[in-house]
Structure formats: structure tokens, C-alpha cells
């Protein structure tokens, strides 16, 4: 089971964030017959062999670890699909919408413990590699447009992991600008020059320590 | 804060996603992540950290009666993983708060709004927790400092406020997303004078990540309207 994660570094680690992914549905053909699960998270089966049925990607990498069923691949996860995401990501600065927002903890997933049940598994994988890559040059270029005017960044489809990774960068620097922008801090002239020596006033120190 | 959520165009999720995300399990990430995500402490869950505690223990008791009875090894060990899944999330929905607590004790006594926020054990931790530092800050250092030097709140006596007690920084940015579509969100409030150019209202669309100042969404976060993530 995933460790809690050091608030200071990243909101939310690797562990958690494939945690979250973890309950995302998918379709898996079980192998064997078991009757429905009555679980906190849901009430999921029953199984019957060679009958689709809808469980939380948790178990079902649990049941394929065990050999009992094979996992269908979302729509999104096949060549022609990814490869379409691909040229539209590469086509515009904008997010493509075709991916879930757990695109890469769900794809990692699946290949990390269902690579059998994927087909042309290894495009399937550089495809995906690929599009991660021009997703993020893009949100680099974003970033690029940042002044000291930002003071709220929109972003349409940043995947969690994007936002994950992104997250801190961005809340230090909109937190910089926006310090930096504050009248408070902007030495007055007028107050400089008639400055009482050592007021017992710690406003500025506060301010300073932030 | 000025918002006025507008009936916006909600799309109706189908009956499937909407039996799920109304599970405790699902309401209880919410809190987690939105608990993660906020730099100050927000209302405890009482009632859905009571209604997953008992559907752990729940469970707890199913899983030995199934394994007393020799079932199916593997609907079980599935049915452990569910409870597992469970306890972690609540574990750590538990350890944030404590976190936060343990390094904002001094200010989340001392102001009403926090204080009610926290559960009944929390607010006795808390008051454990301030009455043991306060002691050990006065016995190892503060006692042996000139009189003036003594609070374990100020700096001296002529500190005009509390300025050593850290408090949660507010101003800070969070990335959050709105489930309908909301408008009037008021970006800068406070004494920020030369923005008129920015303190324009603020809209926000469903289901897109805005990356924001905290305080200015707080209110929203509190009402449910947003999740932050």
C-alpha cells in the first residue's frame, strides 16, 4: 500500500496518484465464476466466464495477477486512436480532449500487468510516450507565457500526472509574482525618508518571512 | 465572497457513474484530496468518517466469517484489498489533518472558525499537543530570557500581534475544478488597489483545471462547489 507522501514536495506521490487511478472502471472477460462482490468501493460481478463485466482497474489487475480473466483495453488504448491524439496534440497548442485524465497511471497500469491482453503492445507504448512528450513541451511553452499579471492559469485536459508535476513550478512562481507585485512590499519613497528609526512594527518582517 | 453559482447546462452523468460517485468511499477521496490540497484545515467529516468506520469494521467481520468458513480463498483476498483500499484512504485523510494540526496548533486554538472545524479527539489532541510545547518552549528557553521575552506568542512585549504563532499561508495557488459552471468569482479581494485591470470577476468552467489563489476560491471549497486536486 502506497506511503503517505511529503507534503512539501509534491501534493500527491507516484503511489497515490496511480492509487486514485486505480478506481477507474474497465471491461475485463473473467475466466472463472465467482459470485458478485458486496465491496465498500461498490458492488462489482458477478463473474461468469467469457461474460464482460465492469470492475475498478484494481481489481481487475488483481484478478489478472491470479490468471482469472483478461483485461479489455479502453477505446482510447489502440494504435488508430492514439495515433489520431498524436497528430491533433502535435496540430495545436491546445490539450487534446481524447485522453482520460489518468491517461498515464491507467496505460502504465495496464502494461505493466495486462501486456497480453494489448494489442501491438509496443507501438501502443511509444505512442503514448510520444504524445506525454509533446503534451508536456506544450505546457513548458505555457508556462513561458506567464508575467506578473497571472494571477489565475486556466488549462483545459492537463492530465493528473501533468498537473502533478507541473503543480509546484507553477505555485511558486505566480506566489513570487504575486509578492513581488504587492504594494505593501514597494518601498514608498515618501515613507523612506521620514522612516522612524525601529517602530515596534513587524509588518514588513511578516510579510518578508512568507 | 461574492458568488452566485449559475444554473449552468449540468450534463446528466448516466446512472452508472452516478451510483458510484455518490459511495462513501468516493465522497471520502473527495475530502482527502481536497484536505491535501488546502493549506489550512478544513471542516472535519464527521458523519462520513463515521459511516466508513463502521463500514470497515463492517467488512472486517465479513472477511473472518468468510475465512472461518474456508470461501473461496480469492473472493477473499479481493475483499481484503477492498478494506485495505478503505483504511488507507482514511488513515491518510486522518494523518493530513494531524500534520496540519501539529504545525499550526497555536493559531488553530486560538481562532474560533478552526477550532470548530476540528472532531472531538482532534480537539483534544490539539490541547495536548499546545499545553506540552508551550510548557517545553517555557522550561528549556523562554524562562531563562529577560521578562520582556517571555511569550510563547510574541516576540516581546511590544509585538503589536501574536507573530510566533505560524499560521497557514492563504495567498497561496491550488489547482481546483468546478463540477457546474460558476461566474462572480471575485479574484482579489482585500486592500489590492492598483488591479481593477484584474479584479474583474471570474468565471469558471466545469470539469477544466484552473490553477488559483486559495483565498479567493475558500469559500467555494467549503460549500462543495469546487474540488481541489
Known amino acids: ?210 | 465572497m461574492a458568488s452566485s453559482p449559475v444554473e449552468g447546462s449540468s450534463f446528466p452523468l448516466d446512472d452508472y457513474e452516478a451510483l458510484l460517485s455518490t459511495t462513501d468511499v468516493e465522497l471520502l477521496k473527495r475530502a482527502w484530496r481536497n484536505e491535501k490540497a488546502a493549506p489550512e484545515i478544513l471542516r472535519f467529516e464527521t458523519d462520513l468518517t463515521d459511516r466508513i468506520r463502521e463500514q470497515i469494521q463492517l467488512m472486517e467481520e465479513t472477511v473472518e466469517e468468510k475465512s472461518a468458513a474456508g470461501i473461496n480463498p480469492l473472493s477473499i483476498s479481493l475483499y481484503q484489498m477492498d478494506l485495505d483500499r478503505a483504511q488507507f484512504l482514511l488513515r491518510s485523510y486522518l494523518r493530513i489533518r494531524i500534520q496540519k494540526i501539529e504545525k499550526y496548533m497555536f493559531h488553530i486554538a486560538k481562532t474560533d472558525e478552526l477550532w470548530n472545524r476540528l472532531s472531538r479527539e482532534e480537539k483534544s489532541f490539539t490541547r495536548r499537543c499546545t499545553d506540552d510545547l508551550k510548557q517545553h518552549l517555557e522550561e528549556s528557553v523562554l524562562s531563562k530570557l529577560p521578562e520582556n521575552y517571555q511569550s510563547f506568542q510574541r516576540q516581546s512585549v511590544i509585538s503589536e500581534q501574536d507573530d510566533m504563532v505560524p499560521e497557514p499561508q492563504l495567498d497561496t495557488f491550488v489547482v481546483c475544478r468546478s463540477k457546474e459552471y460558476l461566474t462572480g468569482i471575485q479574484l482579489e479581494d482585500g486592500p489590492v488597489d492598483d488591479r481593477q485591470l484584474l479584479s474583474k470577476l471570474f468565471e469558471m468552467e466545469p470539469g477544466v483545471l484552473y490553477f488559483i489563489c486559495y483565498k479567493s476560491i475558500k469559500a467555494l471549497v467549503e460549500s462543495g462547489k469546487i474540488d481541489l486536486l
Open chain 1, 1 to 210: 500500500m502506497a506511503g503517505q507522501s511529503d507534503p512539501h514536495l509534491s501534493l500527491f506521490s507516484a503511489d497515490e496518484l496511480e492509487f486514485i487511478a486505480e478506481d477507474e472502471m474497465v471491461e475485463i472477460v473473467p475466466n472463472l465464476k465467482m459470485d458478485a462482490l458486496n465491496l465498500i468501493s461498490g458492488d462489482f460481478g458477478p463473474f461468469v466466464p467469457q461474460i464482460t463485466t465492469q470492475v475498478p482497474l484494481w481489481l481487475a489487475v488483481a484478478l489478472k495477477k491470479r490468471g482469472k480473466c483478461s483485461i479489455r483495453p479502453p477505446e482510447w488504448i489502440s494504435v488508430d486512436k492514439l495515433t489520431q491524439v498524436l497528430e491533433a496534440e502535435r496540430e495545436s497548442q491546445e490539450m487534446s480532449e481524447k485522453l482520460p485524465f489518468h491517461y498515464v497511471e491507467i496505460s502504465r497500469l495496464l502494461f505493466d500487468h495486462a501486456r497480453d491482453d494489448i494489442p501491438d503492445v509496443y507501438m501502443v507504448r511509444s505512442l503514448i510516450e510520444d504524445i506525454r512528450d509533446v503534451r508536456f513541451h506544450k505546457v513548458e511553452t505555457d508556462l513561458e507565457a506567464f508575467n506578473g499579471r497571472t494571477i489565475a492559469v486556466k488549462i483545459k485536459n492537463l492530465s493528473a500526472m501533468e498537473v502533478n508535476i507541473v503543480r509546484p513550478f507553477i505555485r511558486r512562481a505566480l506566489q513570487a509574482f504575486c509578492k513581488h507585485d504587492s504594494p505593501e512590499l514597494i518601498p514608498d519613497p515618501e515613507r523612506v525618508s521620514d522612516r522612524r528609526p525601529q517602530v515596534a512594527n513587524n509588518a514588513p518582517r511578516r510579510q518578508l518571512r512568507r
